[in-house]
């Protein structure tokens, strides 16, 4: 096994879908339309585990096209460091723009969310000379999931993620905490690794799932797979293994700092809090005092250790 | 920082703050921040001040509704008002007015 350093990783191509796209997180369905019926989507070779049929009864359908952007205007209600601007109109629809190249001087994608949340436009600069719609382009990809996933019962949060016997261990930590280092040891151990860095929790009729995502740590799993959530634990590197219950009243904000939520609207920030409340009733939240070996899976999962050495 | 000498002046929370009580901690989560800090928990004396910002009221107001509530000194409410005051000034969490004449 090898674990790469984080941006190491096997070179990715990128495929095009000619006038529709359909995309799949978790639950979550999201449609990229052409109105043309011609215009390119590409996406990198990592997101086509997410492609689902586009007859898919989809949450969010966004009309799609390269263009010139015709940016809003009017006062910023939020920004994020230059990267993309948004403006929320009195109708409760957004606009919001995203900028890329050196110093995000470049402004790429223009994204207008109707104010039923339900549809879109997406306009994308004319930069490139495909002339495609980058559909997983960064921040945007991403950007529009977890907005989506606070408005359908779901949450994104810096976690990897191991199903085993199909039940899900949810390993969460911020950059350098070891997900992936659990990941790896969790694979090693007979378990499927649907996502090293970044995992989708849903609760949906009282059930919590886990789910992976194409955005991957340096152990590079990314699957749309998912499982019922059986163990949440937060990782925290210790000379000896043991695992601390938490109450839930701390596993809620614990699990909250750790999100990749926004926190840009009222109701996204409650319904956020709703899913980790249903969660934390519902499934049992430690943090992890662990040492990079099988032992500490074991002691996660219950499962015996394997002679496995360390790390 | 908010005065505590001058009980005339009205108070109201701002909307950048989403308040939940969520499995028995009252939260308080910064909207549109990007700090280290996205979220606060209240007392519930404070989480009963922030229900009360909704609307202006004074150091006075505030501290009648705490003393009435906890039977405390209304003295005593007063300097636990101010310093709510002064800890949400320090979010910018509350907005101030003079009263209306």
Same mark, same amino acid.
């Given at each position: ?7 190491v ?32 989507? @590409?996406?990198?070779?990592?997101? !086509? ?16 096209r ?35 190249g050196?110093?995000?001087g470049?402004?790429?994608?223009h ?17 490139l000379p ?25 949450? &994104? ?12 261990y ?11 280092t ?7 151990a007979?378990a499927r ?9 849903? !609760?949906r009729?009282g ?10 740590? @340096?152990?590079?799993?990314?699957s ?7 163990? &949440? ?16 009243s ?9 999100? !990749? ?44 250790a394997?002679s496995?050495?360390?790390? | ?8 002046v009205?108070?109201r ?23 280290d800090e ?6 519930p ?8 910002l ?6 006075? =107001? ?16 007063r ?7 002064? =800890? ?14």
């Open positions: 096994m090898t674990i790469l350093p984080r941006g990783g096997f070179a990715t191509s990128k495929v095009t879908y000619r006038g529709a796209l359909t995309l799949r997180f978790g639950h979550l369905v999201i449609a990229f339309r052409a109105p043309d019926g011609e215009t390119p989507f @590409s996406i990198e070779e990592t997101h !086509i585990p997410f492609v689902v049929p586009d007859d898919t009864p989809a949450d969010f359908e966004l009309t799609c390269v263009a010139p952007l015709d940016l809003p205007t009017g006062p910023i209600t939020s920004s994020a460091g230059g990267s993309w601007d948004l403006r929320r109109g009195s109708d409760g629809g957004e606009d919001i723009v995203f900028r890329g050196r110093d995000f470049t402004d790429v994608w994204l207008r969310i109707d104010p039923s949340f339900r549809t879109g436009t997406l306009t994308e600069a004319p930069i495909d002339r495609t719609v980058r559909a997983d382009g960064y921040p945007l990809l991403e950007y529009i999931v977890t907005r989506l996933l606070a408005r359908h019962d779901g949450v &994104l949060i810096h976690a990897s993620t191991a199903i085993v016997d199909g039940a899900a949810v390993f969460v930590g911020h950059s350098g905490a070891g997900k992936s659990m990941a790896a040891i969790a694979e090693e007979g690794i649907p996502t090293d860095d970044r995992t989708i929790l849903t !609760i009729s059930q919590p799932f886990a789910w992976g995502t194409p955005w991957h740590g @340096s152990l590079i799993r990314k749309p797979d998912g499982a019922a959530l059986k163990r &949440l634990y937060l990782l925290e590197k210790a000379p000896a293994d043991r695992c601390e219950p938490l109450p839930s701390r596993a809620v904000k614990e699990l909250f700092v750790r999100l !990749i939520q926004p926190r840009l609207h009222p109701t996204e920030v409650h319904d956020t809090l709703a899913v980790l409340e249903g969660i934390v009733e519902r499934v049992p939240v430690a943090i992890l005092y662990f040492r990079p070996t099988s032992a500490a899976f074991a002691l996660a999962t219950g499962r015996e394997q496995t050495p360390s790390l | 920082m908010i005065s505590g000498s001058v009980d005339s009205e108070y929370r701002r909307d950048n703050y989403v308040y939940r009580l969520t499995v028995g901690e009252h939260l308080l989560v910064a909207l549109h921040a990007r700090s996205p979220l606060y928990a209240l007392t004396t404070g989480a009963q001040l922030w229900e009360r909704s609307g202006w009221a004074s150091v006075d =107001q505030l501290a009648e509704s705490l003393a009435t509530e906890y039977e405390i000194s209304i003295e005593e409410a300097q636990d008002v101010r310093d709510f005051l002064d =800890q949400l000034g320090s979010l910018n969490a509350v907005e101030s007015r003079e009263p209306a004449v």
